[in-house]
């Protein structure tokens, strides 16, 4: 199983980065939405998503938007386990030592050595009128290197 996480504190942006990812798989990628749960608007969600690798076999990779709490990242652990042959694992995680991180890690039984992406997400900090820019030129970027990385290594 290959472990992708989007990290960062609280508000950075993880949940659309993950929110964009799974709707570019659906609608560019022609995955199929097993669990019918990936949201017409961006909130947290869960799902699982078939289709095809670059080899052209089947693959499933679940999905989880949020972390924030450890009841949140059992009923992942529980859809997981609901769920077999998933190939990949996309999750959100708190960035280094923050609360829950430690958790996620406990409740799905991995560690560190077992995610094989991690991006790290933070925060546009301009003040100014360029603010808006420079988070839609963030966001854009963020989101083609998770699409990128992921079409080059699995898909």
């Not at 609608?27 to 699982?48: E, W, Y």
């Not at 080899?55 to 009923?75: F, L, Q, V, W």
Request: charged share 30%; glycine share 2%; net charge positive.
């Amino acid at each position: 199983m290959k472990y992708i996480l989007i990290g960062g504190s609280q508000n950075v942006g993880k949940t659309e980065a993950i929110y964009h990812l799974a709707n570019y798989l659906l609608n560019s990628r022609s995955f199929v939405d097993v669990l019918q749960s990936v949201p017409k608007t961006k909130r947290d969600f869960m799902a699982i998503l078939e289709g095809k690798d670059k080899n052209r076999n089947n693959i499933r990779i679940a999905i989880n938007s949020a972390s924030d709490t450890p009841d949140i990242i059992r009923k992942f652990k529980t859809l997981l386990n609901e769920n077999k042959n998933i190939s990949i694992i996309i999750s959100s995680i708190r960035d280094n030592n923050f609360y829950p991180r430690k958790e996620f890690f406990d409740i799905l039984n991995i560690d560190e050595n077992d995610i094989d992406i991690e991006i790290p997400l933070a925060k546009i900090t301009r003040r100014r009128k360029n603010k808006e820019i420079a988070l839609k030129w963030y966001k854009n970027k963020i989101n083609l290197l998770i699409i990128k990385l992921l079409e080059k290594i699995y898909l």
